[in-house]
């Protein structure tokens, strides 16, 4: 018997919601939660799992990547409710 993930059953309508209603503040939260874990566990992943210890350029190139889009859909999607406001 499958169990259920309830986090990720969760988040997809969620994720569908927010981007239906252009709430891309919840991606930008997203992203960041991909990349904290990714700095505890060692490993991040983008097509495959990749290790910090065995390919720590690649891991902390994907790792900067997740934290940057993080935080520049965070800023951006301020910057567009600030405009629009």
Same mark, same amino acid.
């Given at each position: 018997?499958?169990?259920?993930?309830?986090?990720?059953?969760? !988040? !997809?309508?969620? !994720?569908?919601?927010a981007t239906y209603f252009s709430w891309y503040w919840v991606w930008g939260l997203l992203f960041l939660y991909w990349a904290l874990p990714a700095i505890r566990s060692g490993e991040a992943f983008l097509v495959e799992p990749i290790e910090r210890a065995s390919n720590p350029v690649l891991f902390w190139a994907i790792t900067a990547m997740w934290a940057g889009f993080g935080v520049w859909t965070l800023v951006a999607d301020l910057q567009w409710r600030l405009a629009g406001a």
């Open positions: 018997m499958e169990t259920i993930k309830w986090p990720t059953a969760i !988040l !997809l309508p969620v !994720l569908l919601i």
